[in-house]
Nanobody, 127 residues
Framework: QVQLSESGGGLVQAGGSLRLSCAASGRTFSTYFMAWFRQAPGKEREFVAVISTNGGTSYYADSVKGRFTISRDNAKNTVYLQMNSLKPEDTAVYYC????????????????????WGQGTQVTVSS
């Protein structure tokens, strides 16, 4: 069982930066792929980024590539999302998620591949 708790959201002007954190409970954090998803009002939840268990590999949605960076610290049971050059269209509730056996190269962008979810943190980017 893994419990996830996001923090770091807030209101920022376009072009600004935020760093989201997701703290995980449990002793098996390092065995999970960790991902960030987001959901804007009236839209479906969408993939943002995922990182491998040891942090050596990461993938991004095209919409955030080059602006966002996902990282993890297994000693602290925490995954991060550094968001730079924010745009109004980045406004959403951001969720972290943990998964292992069902996360593959083909499925990692699908939210159904993840077993555990945080409660979400709101990010609002003003123009």
């Amino acid at each position: 069982q893994v419990q996830l708790s996001e923090s770091g959201g807030g209101l920022v002007q376009a072009g600004g930066s935020l760093r989201l954190s997701c703290a995980a409970s449990g002793r098996t954090f390092s065995t999970y792929f960790m991902a960030w998803f987001r959901q804007a009002p009236g839209k479906e939840r969408e993939f943002v980024a995922v990182i491998s268990t040891n942090g050596g590999t990461s993938y991004y949605a095209d919409s955030v590539k080059g602006r966002f960076t996902i990282s993890r610290d297994n000693a602290k049971n925490t995954v991060y999302l550094q968001m730079n050059s924010l745009k109004p269209e980045d406004t959403a509730v951001y969720y972290c998620a943990a998964g292992n056996s069902r996360v593959t190269s083909a499925s990692m962008r699908n939210d159904r591949s993840y077993d555990y979810w945080g409660q979400g943190t709101q990010v609002t980017v003003s123009s």
